[in-house]
T-cell receptor, first 112, second 114 residues
Framework: AQRVTQPEKLLSVFKGAPVELKCNYS??????LFWYVQYSRQRLQLLLR??SRESIKGFTADLNKGETSFHLKKPFAQEEDSAMYYC??????????????FGKGTHLIIQP | ETGVTQSPTHLIKTRGQQVTLRCSSQ?????VSWYQQALGQGPQFIFQ?????ENGRGNFPPRFSGLQFPNYSSELNVNALELDDSALYLC???WGQGGQETQYFGPGTRLLVL
């Protein structure tokens, strides 16, 4: 069965500092990886997915199949980045659905 | 464009009772997935409905059941409630079956079982 690990429950950095939220996964096939974000009092929303290779709000994430990682990075943190971040994996590759497998989340706090 | 809505927002039940949670999918979406999020955990996949049929299921017992209607709205039913069923229940809609489509989440229903 697939698994997503986010080793940091809480990450606190100063405004303007670089941010890296770690995500490791275990899955034998070719997964689709996502980062979801939940700002205070808002619903869970997609931040980015690896297949689109986009940079959203200055965040990027690279899928490293060798290290089975999908770390989220931003070079200069902003106060509005404070939120709960979830890494998620979809194992589906055809027929049926296994849904998304989420990590436990990392609470990112950006200090002024 | 209307986003995903869920009702009710909060619910208190006692052990052994039954509960029904409702979800309206985002307009244009034909797939609904349900997740359970316990305190301090990430969401956990319960099941997915695609065109009114259950399309996939996570590791949840049969007392968790669902329905999807022709307008693609959905219900989650939980029978014989247990204390551990206390959680936030999230509904997500998407276009197309499978987990690789982008899923759009509702605000959730918080269930407390006493």
């Amino acid at each position: 069965a697939q698994r997503v690990t986010q080793p940091e429950k809480l990450l606190s950095v100063f405004k303007g500092a670089p941010v890296e939220l770690k995500c490791n996964y275990s899955y034998s096939g070719s997964p689709e990886l996502f980062w979801y974000v939940q700002y205070s009092r808002q619903r869970l929303q997609l931040l980015l997915r690896h297949i689109s290779r986009e940079s959203i709000k200055g965040f990027t994430a690279d899928l490293n199949k060798g290290e089975t990682s999908f770390h989220l990075k931003k070079p200069f943190a902003q106060e509005e980045d404070s939120a709960m971040y979830y890494c998620a994996l979809s194992p589906y590759s055809g027929g049926g659905a296994d849904g998304l497998t989420f990590g436990k989340g990392t609470h990112l706090i950006i200090q002024p | 464009e209307t986003g995903v809505t869920q009702s009710p927002t909060h619910l208190i039940k006692t052990r052994g009772q039954q509960v029904t949670l409702r979800c309206s999918s985002q307009s244009g979406h034909n797939t609904v997935s349900w997740y359970q999020q316990a305190l301090g955990q990430g969401p956990q996949f319960i099941f997915q409905y695609y065109r009114e049929e259950e399309n996939g299921r996570g590791n949840f017992p049969p007392r968790f059941s669902g329905l999807q209607f022709p307008n693609y709205s959905s219900e989650l039913n939980v029978n014989a409630l247990e204390l551990d069923d206390s959680a936030l229940y999230l509904c997500a809609s998407s276009w197309g079956q499978g987990g690789q489509e982008t899923q759009y989440f509702g605000p959730g229903t918080r269930l407390l079982v006493l």
